[in-house]
Structure formats: C-alpha cells, structure tokens
C-alpha cells in the first residue's frame, strides 16, 4: 500500500516551483490558476522573492500547495501516474491537509488557494504580532511535553503542545512568555535541546480561535467532491471520506494539534510501506524516525519527478 503526502508551512523558498513551470506546461498551469484564483502574481513572489515577504503566512500556505499540486499535475498529465490507481490514502501536515483534499479533487485548484489565503491571513490576524510564540522541545515525548505546556500556563497565559512531528520533536505554541517558561522547564525535565521557531503567530492553540472561527464560515460556503482517495486527517490521526466530517476537522484543526506521528503510525499499521511526499522533502526525514520500515520517496522537481517514475 502506499500513501502520498503534502508538507506544510516552513518548506518555503525563493525559487520553488520555478523549475517545474519551465518544464512542464501542465506545472505552469497550475500556478497561473493560482495566480487568477488570487488576484496575485504569486508565482512571482515564490520565483523572485523577497523571502521575508514570501514566508507571510498568507503567502507561504498557497505557495507550498501550488507546488505540491504542480508536481502531481506533472505526474498525473505527463507520465500518466495517475493519484487515484497509485496511493491508497493522502495526508498533509498542516496547510498539506489542503493540499490533499486537491489532490483527491475534493477541492478545486482555485478553491484551495482561496481556502489557504482566508486561513493564513486569519492565522496572522488572530494575535499580535510579537504576542505568540512557538517553540521546539527536542527529546522528550509527546505526554511529557503537554505536561511542560500546562505547567507553563499561568497567570492566564496559554502554552499548548501544537504539532507531534515524531518521536522526540513536539512543537509547543501560546503566548510568548508561557512558551519561553516552557523551553525552561523543559531543559531541567531532559529536554536535549529547545529552540523558538521563525514563525509570525502561535499557530495550532486554542489562541487561534477567531482563526477558526473565520474557517468555520469560509468552509460553511466552499465546495466539496467526493474524494478520489481517503484523507488521513491531522487532528484524529484516522481516515476521513464524509465531507461535513471533513469541513468540521478543517476548523478543529486550526486550534488542535497535528497528530503527525500518530498519522504516519496509523497509516504503516494500516499497510502502508511507502509514503511519497511531494512538493517538498521536509516530512521524509520524521517518517524514517516514526516508521523506520516505511519507504519514503519524494518529488519536488522534475528530477525527482522522473525518479519516482521509475519507483513506481
């Protein structure tokens, strides 16, 4: 069995894409849909930068996904890999949820980046800048690190285990003080190392709720098809078909946290022996520390593209 993935925020940088839109007129497409879909030279932006412009959440989240959607578009029109005789479930971490839900042509193109723009400018709108934090524990386990998170949180400050990446990496999200006396209990608790993430808001906590309250209504309207493929979804580490199901994860997602190693360990007991990320090479190396018996292949380029032709 196999299963195809789609990274999230953070594999972004100045020049993705561009080598799939030269190549390939099924990959260029996709970005000019996005471009349209947005009312926005987004394509430029991820070619030419700047960068600190590029990383805004609104920018990034749609930009990770045209890539991840450009490279399927190459697989599927150009060597006739087809995602629905190919991979029995789909799964993306964070904005890769989206990214899926396109890719099992649940969601349109246009669709999507719409979706991706209303969620990382709610995302950045829902706190302060300055006001949030996110922070990663590294050794420590998943029960200890919420522990840590919930003894952080005083004096009406939140601090909340947001991602379970894989064993030994939990990122913590809340407000700014709270994660900082977090990364301090946790270096006398075992932690090998913490390090405060280059990210604009605490994404994944439940200070993230007028975010997800601004996804309930954009979700409420937008148009859903039965997917080609099941989901595994972020916040209950399980396969999801039913579409109101799948709109109500959506918004819990928002303020819940990514069960990502839980997802990948459903998925391996499930049967799957191969996971294909694409767009990205960023979930590859947290599968081989969850499910070290899981063949991770990835395609973010046209070489990689081919290469995975020949896996397949």
């Not at 805004?56 to 399927?72: E, F």
């Not at 993230?208 to 595994?232: N, S």
């Not at 303020?255 to 499930?270: C, P």
Request: aromatic share 4%; hydrophobic share 50%; charged share 20%.
């Amino acid at each position: 069995m196999r299963a195809v993935i789609f990274p999230g925020q953070g594999s972004q940088s100045v020049g993705m894409g561009r080598g799939l839109a030269e190549a390939s007129p099924h990959a260029r497409a996709v970005f000019e849909e996005v471009d349209d879909a947005l009312g926005q030279k987004l394509s430029r932006l991820m070619w030419e930068g700047p960068e600190e412009t590029l990383t805004l959440t609104a920018n990034a989240q749609p930009a990770i996904m045209a890539v991840g959607i450009a490279a399927l578009r190459v697989l599927e029109a150009e060597a006739g890999v087809l995602l629905a005789d190919k991979a029995d479930f789909v799964a993306g971490h964070s904005l890769g949820e989206y990214t899926a839900l396109c890719a099992a042509r649940s969601l349109s193109l246009a669709d999507t980046a719409r979706l991706l723009r209303v969620r990382g400018e709610a995302m950045q709108a829902a706190v302060p800048f300055g006001e949030g934090a996110m922070a990663a524990l590294l050794g420590l386990g998943f029960e200890d690190v919420a522990a840590i998170a919930a003894e952080a949180s005083v004096d009406g400050e939140v601090c909340e285990a947001a991602n379970d990446n894989a064993p030994g990496q939990v990122v913590i999200s809340g407000h700014t003080p709270a994660v900082a006396r977090a990364m301090a209990l946790a270096r006398t608790r075992g932690a090998r190392h913490s390090v405060l993430l280059p990210v604009s808001a605490p994404f994944h906590c439940s200070l993230m709720q007028p975010a997800a309250e601004a996804m309930a209504a954009a979700l409420a309207t937008a148009r859903f098809a039965p997917l080609v493929v099941p989901l595994v979804a972020n916040v209950t580490a399980a396969p999801v078909q039913d579409l109101d199901e799948i709109r109500r994860l959506l918004v819990a997602q928002v303020t819940g946290t990514v069960r990502w190693r839980e997802s990948v360990l459903w998925m391996a007991g499930a049967g799957v022996a191969t996971m294909v990320e694409l767009g990205g090479k960023v979930l590859g190396p947290m599968i081989r520390r969850i499910a070290p018996d899981v063949k991770t292949l990835t395609a973010a380029d046209m070489a990689g593209i081919e290469a995975l032709v020949k896996e397949l």
